[in-house]
């Protein structure tokens, strides 16, 4: 029996640890694949001309510049507003829901990662299901089955790109968006077809396992938000326009909690006290109608023009409940006593006592144990509250 050389036991014990390090998922794959590349080299099994040729393929350079336009199309804020568009759009027709997001994961698989076009539409689609009281499965399958037609009818896969690399590597014609575009495109309208017409009437009208055992409520309804959430826009020359948050009447003399802030495309939420309401501004509010009505007084226009409920699903903003614990250290205290919103960056709207929600002068309630407070802001304020004691 033939014994094996040494860099053939060189090259086992290195596709042994490159497999054993992705397993364990204590390192990520990509740095496990220059790991290996810099092992083959110092090895010597191969040179290092060849250990570093593969960056001067095509295809490489290709696949890098296909995560580059991913990440800018969704760091731009290109992609959630297309989600956004794509929310608006589908209404609450299942069929709709399907044809949508269907049709867009295709689309953008055009031009994206098949992954990355599936998450960035995900958190669009599960928004639109719920809302319309239809099974998250019944959207999100016909989304991922269109991401992966899409993937079809382009050249902008790894596989086909490492394809075309292949041909033109002999001195072949490599291949074009026109040559996937034809059989790929008759692929995603046959599927979409088969979708709407039978497949949807296959598609799993259960709820899983997970989502049955813990159901997620919907605070906004639990909490009554849509009756004292009112929009506010300020016009040039009112006394609010070009002074600071904490400055106005909103939350000291009025008892009314400002939830976010649209400026332009950009919105603040939760919005900071020292933040600067310029004019034109929408102040997204909550409180009772006769307090928010004041404002008229201060060359306002009050109404719900639809802002918070065409704002981006992807916005880094979670709505949150916080219940005070029976030792909690804020007990008996008020959140204006703790600086809350300073502290840790987070905007009470509401609170939930025996059975009722109270969504006007939250700041100014004593605080009891067993007291549900109703928050908006980021994630990462989110997490920091969770790790204080009595919350």
């Known amino acids: 029996m033939p014994t094996l050389s040494w860099p053939e036991i060189t090259l086992l014990l290195i596709a042994g640890a490159a497999f054993a390090l992705i397993l364990s998922n204590r390192i990520r794959p990509d740095i496990v694949a220059v790991l290996v590349l810099l092992g083959l080299g110092v090895s010597g099994i191969l040179p290092p001309e060849q250990a570093l040729a593969g960056f001067s393929k095509p295809a490489v350079i290709t696949i890098v510049g296909l995560f580059v336009i991913t990440a800018a199309l969704e760091r731009t804020g290109v992609v959630q507003r297309i989600a956004t568009g794509l929310a608006y759009l589908s209404g609450t027709s299942e069929t709709r829901m399907v044809a949508v997001f269907m049709g867009a994961g295709a689309l953008l698989s055009l031009v994206m990662n098949n992954i990355a076009a599936g998450a960035v539409l995900l958190p669009a689609a599960v928004s639109v299901a719920r809302q319309s009281n239809v099974r998250e499965s019944r959207v999100l399958m016909p989304l991922a089955f269109g991401t992966l037609l899409g993937g079809m009818a382009t050249l902008f896969t790894t596989a ?5 690399g292949s041909l033109q590597a002999p001195g072949q014609h490599g291949l074009t968006m026109l040559d996937f575009l034809p059989s790929g495109g008759a692929m995603v309208l046959a599927g979409m077809l088969y979708m709407l017409l039978i497949g949807r009437r296959l598609l799993p009208n259960r709820e899983s396992v997970g989502r049955a055992m813990v159901s997620r409520p919907n605070l ?11 929009e506010v826009r ?3 020359g009112s006394p609010m326009a070009n002074h600071r948050l904490g400055e106005t009447v909103l939350g000291a003399q009025l008892g009314l909690t400002v939830v976010g802030i649209w400026h332009d495309r950009e919105a603040k939420i939760p919005p900071a006290t020292d933040e600067l309401i310029a004019p034109e501004d929408i102040l997204l509010v909550t409180g009772r109608e006769e307090r928010v009505r004041q404002l008229e007084a201060q060359h306002t226009t009050i109404g719900r023009f639809g802002y918070h409920r065409n704002a981006s699903p992807n916005l880094s903003v979670h709505l949150t409940e916080v219940v005070i614990g029976p030792r909690s250290p804020a007990i008996g205290q008020t959140l204006k006593d703790l600086r809350f919103r300073t502290k840790f960056g987070l905007t009470t709207v509401a609170l939930w006592r025996e059975g009722r929600s109270y969504r006007t002068d939250v700041g100014d309630f ?14 990462g304020r989110i997490r920091l509250l969770a790790e204080e004691p009595g919350y």
Request: charge should be negative; charged fraction near 10%; proline fraction near 6%.
């Open 220 to 230: 906004s309804q639990t909490y009554q938000l849509d009756e004292r959430l009112w």
């Open 366 to 379: 004593t605080l009891q144990a067993g007291d549900a407070l109703l928050m908006v802001g980021a994630p």
């Open 234 to 236: 300020v016009h040039p």
């Open 160 to 164: 086909n790109i490492i394809v075309s």
